[in-house]
């Protein structure tokens, strides 16, 4: 399923930690503790579109998306579940995982593009990092 080719998008590499490696996606975690926001991205080169995926891989997306919405929901309470897979600026396909709270710093507007990012606090980031790699492979 992997693509030995696959390079992360730079930007994507510059705004989020790697978290863990699942059989389609790299899951990442957003660095901007104003939401928790996760983002996964398939080891494929040249996809911009779920469309583009083969129906299997599809399926294997879904299924880690779901996996990543549950850990993130373990970990992290929140009012409604945000997906979505834009691309418009990042072309590489990648999905957004991001949990909402009534009163957070965008909302009820979108995340993307409200205000500057507030990156965690490093000791922080090690050790949510660590609870959503627990969380995605128990």
Not at 15 to 33: E, P, Q, Y
Not at 96 to 109: I, K, L, M, Q
Not at 119 to 129: A, C, F, G, K, T
Request: glycine letters at 8%.
């Amino acid at each position: 399923m992997s693509d030995t080719s696959f390079t992360l998008d730079a930007r994507l590499q510059n705004d989020t930690k790697h978290v863990a490696s699942l059989s389609l996606c790299d899951v990442l975690l957003m660095n901007d503790a104003r939401f928790p926001w996760l983002v996964l991205v398939p080891r494929m080169s040249g996809m911009t579109e779920i469309c583009d995926l083969l129906p299997g891989d599809q399926a294997m997306l879904w299924r880690e998306v779901t996996l990543a919405s549950e850990a993130l929901r373990s970990l992290a309470p929140f009012d409604k579940l945000n997906l979505g897979a834009l691309g418009n600026i990042v072309r590489q396909l990648h999905i957004h995982v991001v949990g909402r709270r009534e009163g957070d710093a965008a909302w009820p507007g979108p995340v993307w593009g409200s205000g500057a990012a507030m990156p965690y606090e490093e000791e922080q980031l090690v050790s949510l990092r660590q609870r959503l790699h627990d969380a995605l492979s128990g």
